[in-house]
């Protein structure tokens, strides 16, 4: 392992957590607002965001699955040093991280059972653009509609329909990031 | 403080919790079973709404705690202080000041903004508890959608009451899917549910966390023939006149006096403070109950 893993974590971790959570609690809770965070300095090619965010929710009971790129040898060991989270293939997975096009396709992932629809993954999308513009977004968390630039919208509405099934998504790019659970209605603009 | 972790639970505690709200937001009405710890108080106290609270806290929060509308009963003081000890965090009583409330069967008179959160205490979370005792059939139901046995249940307190005699924790059904037990609130709080705020709901002996994100549809059970009616004693507050707040009944003597007071202790205070006052009210005085 690297010294350089051993780097980029919280310095203040109960409190940084906290604030980290408020601010993906409020994505959540409200699809396409966006938030910043801070905290975390994981290794390329992971955003700060997608690190603060897997520093916050992720931890031994939580497998996480890389996807493509973000699959190499400096985030494996930050990831396992800061997390103690396993390392799976997609179809365990609780998380997964990577671009929209490595993630893909989402049929893989868990969805979630009749029972216990909770029991689905979240999916971390790594973008180069994130912005209030874009895709039409109604549901609930959003009074009337609001826009957010999404990678696409047939995926997003395919996962929709499985309601109450489904993935639920944080998108990430730098430091900030939104939130898109299964609930949101997506249409193109 | 520097005895406990930032509001109490452990990092690995607060990850699971955080993990459990995220999943509730997104299955809006849903219940999701978490691993509630012991805390130190005991169950029926606040243990869930205390966990959840716990798991949302960040230091720059200003707290709030009521216990059926009250800022001064045991189990909020308590709470709050519990509070003030082990996260160090700002309280007060006043609802537009608080970042976070945590609230025991009352949701605050006056209307919650898009920076609040209201975090309920919920003792019995599963709708259909009290008419299938089997946890194993409620989840069969819920995710059947299965809920005929709920509007049975409306209708027989119609045909022995002539109307639906639920007057608290009446069922609601959650984004047309999901009929959820918004915690014993009186009915008249069941429109409020619908809100600009999060709405949390944790249950620490039941073990499970569900939410209603902010302007998320949330529909009282009726009939056609018999609508949901929001009721309230018939009568102004006693002490501030108000003729729009939720009222106790308090019992002065023997004789069968008695007096209806706002149960929002600080929509109350807030409204004398205003110059109002009520049939059986004195002028309002800074500092004096």
Sequence with gaps: MEALAL?????????????????????MARPGTVEHVAGAVPPAPLSAAAGVVMLTLCDPGTPVHLAGEADCA??????????????VGRERAAFAVGTWPDLLPLEGYPMGLAEYPDRSATLIVELNVLEARGARLTGPGIAREVALSLPETVAFQANAARYPLGLDFVLTCGDR???LPRTTRVEAN | MSDYNFAYLDEQTKRMIRRAILKALAIPGYQVPFASREMPMPYGWGTGGVQV?????????????IDQGADDTTNAVSIRKFFEKTAGVATTEETARASIIQTRHRIPEEPLTEDQILVYQVPIPEPLRFLEPSEVETRKMHSLEEYGLMHVKLYEDISQHGAIATAYAYPVKVEGRYVMDPSPIPKFDNPKLRMAA??????????????????CEVVSLDFEDHPFEATRADHDCDLCGASDS???EV??????GRMFVCSDTDYCRSRRAAGHVGAQGAPYEEGRP
């Excluded at chain 1, 060991?77 to 396993?86: E, R, S």
């Excluded at chain 2, 609270?53 to 705690?65: E, H, Q, W």
């Design chain 1, 7 to 27: 780097q980029g974590g919280f310095s203040d971790a109960s409190v940084e957590a906290a604030l980290a959570f408020r601010a993906v609690m409020r994505a």
């Design chain 1, 74 to 87: 400096a985030v494996r060991d930050w990831i396992t040093f800061h997390t103690g989270a396993p390392l």
């Design chain 1, 177 to 179: 990031l939104a939130a």
């Design chain 2, 53 to 65: 609270s716990a798991a949302c806290l960040t230091p720059g929060d200003t707290f709030k705690v």
């Design chain 2, 198 to 215: 999060i709405q949390l709901f944790g249950a620490g002996r039941e073990q499970r966390i569900y939410a209603l994100p902010p302007y």
């Design chain 2, 246 to 248: 939720y009222l106790d």
């Design chain 2, 251 to 256: 019992i002065m003597d023997d004789a069968g």
